[in-house]
T-cell receptor, first 115, second 115 residues
Framework: GDSVTQMEGPVTLSEEAFLTINCTYT??????LFWYVQYPGEGLQLLLK?????DKGSNKGFEATYRKETTSFHLEKGSVQVSDSAVYFC??????????????FGKGTHLIIQP | DTAVSQTPKYLVTQMGNDKSIKCEQN?????MYWYKQDSKKFLKIMFS???????INETVPNRFSPKSPDKAHLNLHINSLELGDSAVYFC??????????????FGPGTRLLVL
């Protein structure tokens, strides 16, 4: 079945550091890929997405590129802030031509940004 | 206005009890979902419901049953609660049904503790 693997945390960085959170996937067909963020005590919010190979999703200074050849969707940000501290989830949705497919999530990466 | 809402936010109950969690979305979406997040933050799809079609994750015990009184609501009923049911349950919705998988919007979660 489909699966998502992401680096396990916690990842601790200083403010203004460069961030990379690795994510690789296994899926049949052509999945869409997502990054969701969960702030403490809150639900999940969509951070960015990409629906086909070589697409780049970006939002709030974060970006990720859909790499079909390496089956990866790594999350990057050039300069992190304390407010970026959260749990980040990589996820995929299979291409099924319609229907109600749930997301397959990675295990989440806890990011801690220190002032 | 809250897009996807859940009630209650917290639920503490005894083993063996029956409980329900309500979910409502005001986005006009066609598909709704329930996810379970365990103590290690791992998220797993439980159900998806689209146009009266229910898709069930085969690992979900039959003590769990979703009920949809209308397109905007998908409630989760749990019978004979067990200690292992303690988790955070997230409802989500999406306008799925088109040619590509679409973004899912999550509720704030319901934290269930079974004693």
């Amino acid at each position: 079945g489909d699966s998502v693997t992401q680096m396990e945390g916690p990842v601790t960085l200083s403010e203004e550091a460069f961030l990379t959170i690795n994510c690789t996937y296994t899926a049949t067909g052509y999945p869409s890929l997502f990054w969701y963020v969960q702030y403490p005590g809150e639900g999940l919010q969509l951070l960015l997405k990409a629906t086909k190979a070589d697409d780049k999703g970006s939002n709030k200074g974060f970006e990720a590129t859909y790499r079909k050849e390496t089956t990866s969707f790594h999350l990057e940000k050039g300069s992190v802030q304390v407010s970026d501290s959260a749990v980040y989830f990589c996820a995929l949705s299979p291409y099924s031509g319609g229907g109600a497919d749930g997301l397959t999530f990675g295990k989440g990466t806890h990011l801690i940004i220190q002032p | 206005d809250t897009a996807v809402s859940q009630t209650p936010k917290y639920l503490v109950t005894q083993m063996g009890n029956d409980k329900s969690i309500k979910c409502e979305q005001n986005l006009g979406h066609d598909t709704m979902y329930w996810y379970k997040q365990d103590s290690k933050k791992f998220l797993k799809i439980m159900f998806s419901y689209n146009n009266k079609e229910l898709i069930i994750n085969e690992t979900v015990p039959n003590r769990f049953s979703p009920k949809s009184p209308d397109k905007a609501h998908l409630n989760l009923h749990i019978n004979s609660l067990e200690l292992g049911d303690s988790a955070v349950y997230f409802c989500a919705s999406s306008p799925a049904g088109g040619p590509l998988p679409d973004t899912q919007y999550f509720g704030p979660g319901t934290r269930l503790l079974v004693l």
